[in-house]
């Protein structure tokens, strides 16, 4: 039986943020697997997020070859509303591979990078924009996660490894709120196909001499759906992307001398 789609007219419920500063155009990236709970709130608050702070916008969902019925939630979407774009993957290939085809789907002058999984208040993304005129890129640090115990210590431990090895100073380097410009974005060459893909894109990025500043943000439970991000066989991948990967990175962080 289909679903029925929410109104996705009605403002979010979560807290008031007022920046007051605006962009001329975003793309919103949604990459999705199994999220047919989530989806339609999450592209409902990122339509939101987006009228508050860009001129124009649109709103791409991935859908990383999902098992449920994410894809034709995402399709619905897409016939309704101008703004959303749908891309499919007709096999799950991993996070950092649904962002990159994200990323070569985008349009617009700023890229937002988030997930669809409603853990955040996209409408925070202002606090984000509001950073633009100090840095080049502006990326969210969580202020309190709220993640299964195990997974926040895994979380903590794999940041501090990261940090370490490739001499980032952020406290959270895969928060899933991330502003680009959109040609800086486009012009980095990411190779990382799971859970790797944001330390990669933060150490190149820093690489091409851009500057990056950390804003703190709310974090929320998830309510539906089963997150992934902690599963043996995602933590095993990032694993081997490290190991893969490492000397690129290592050479990435020799350019910023």
């Not at 943020?17 to 919103?28: A, C, F, M, Q, Y």
């Not at 202002?126 to 202020?143: P, Q, S, T, Y």
């Not at 043996?232 to 290592?250: C, D, G, I, N």
Request: with cysteine.
């Amino acid at each position: 039986m289909t679903q029925p789609l929410p109104d996705l007219s009605a403002a979010a419920p979560r807290a008031h943020v007022d920046e007051g500063r605006s962009i001329s155009g975003l793309s919103i990236l949604l990459p999705c697997f199994n999220e047919e709970g989530n989806l339609a709130q999450a592209v409902r608050d990122a339509m939101v997020a987006a009228e508050r702070v860009s001129r124009r916008h649109e709103i791409i969902v991935v859908d990383d070859g999902s098992h449920d019925s994410t894809a034709d939630i995402g399709a619905r979407l897409a016939q309704t509303h101008p703004s959303v774009r749908l891309v499919i993957h007709l096999s799950n290939r991993g996070y950092g591979a649904a962002v990159r085809t994200g990323i070569a789907a985008a349009t617009m002058p700023y890229v937002l990078i988030t997930d669809a999984d409603l853990q955040f208040d996209l409408r925070e993304a202002e606090r984000l924009v509001a950073r633009l005129d100090i840095a080049d890129v502006v990326v969210g640090h969580r202020l309190r996660r709220n993640d299964p115990a195990g997974r926040r210590g895994a979380a903590s431990a794999w940041n501090a490894l990261v940090c370490k090895l490739y001499g980032l100073d952020l406290q959270d380097v895969d928060c899933a709120l991330k502003l680009f410009p959109r040609e800086l974005i486009q012009g980095i060459e990411l190779d990382s196909d799971g859970a790797l893909f944001s330390t990669e894109l933060l150490v190149k990025t820093l690489a091409t001499g851009a500057r990056i500043f950390e804003v703190g943000v709310h974090h929320y439970p998830r309510t539906s759906g089963r997150a992934t991000g902690g599963s043996p066989r995602v933590v095993a991948r990032a694993f081997r992307e490290l190991v893969r990967f490492h000397w690129a990175l290592r050479r990435a962080t020799a350019q910023r001398g």
